[in-house]
């Protein structure tokens, strides 16, 4: 494989689409040429790297919003729920008295 090749097979081969034959002799290639080697390296970091960084920034900082958003809801929830057993309990317990009270006195 010559370098031109090499070049223009980096793509490929960092997709993943590369023959197994193809390959072999890329690595081979770039075990004996450091300057493919130094321009594989960058490639990389820059496609794969890069990519991969970002994309999972970006989903955690989604994954965070989105966490965020739910536990507000969730405690939001919870506190209604509670507030509205609360008041259930209170009218209940009004209700009881009353009628305790109202037993009594009549
Ligand atoms: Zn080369």
């Known amino acids: 494989m010559e370098c031109k090749e090499f070049i223009e097979s980096m793509p490929s081969f960092i997709d993943g ?3 197994l034959f193809d390959k ?3 690595i ?3 075990d004996n040429c ?7 390296t960058i490639r990389l970091l820059s496609t ?3 990519k991969s960084l970002e994309l999972s920034e970006s989903f955690d900082l989604n994954k965070e919003i989105n966490n965020y958003i739910k536990d507000v809801k969730d405690r939001v929830k919870r506190r209604i729920d509670i507030i ?3 008041i259930g309990f ?3 317990f009004i209700t009881v008295c ?3 009270i109202l037993f009594f006195l009549m």
Do not use: D, P, R
């Not at 450091?34 to 594989?40: G, I, M």
């Open 34 to 40: 450091n300057e493919c080697k130094e321009e594989f």
């Open 28 to 30: 081979e290639h770039m």
């Open 90 to 92: 209170e009218i209940l």
């Open 24 to 26: 072999n002799e890329f």
């Open 84 to 86: 509205k057993i609360l």
């Open 17 to 19: 689409n590369m023959k």
């Open 98 to 100: 009353s009628g305790l």
């Open 48 to 50: 794969k790297g890069l």
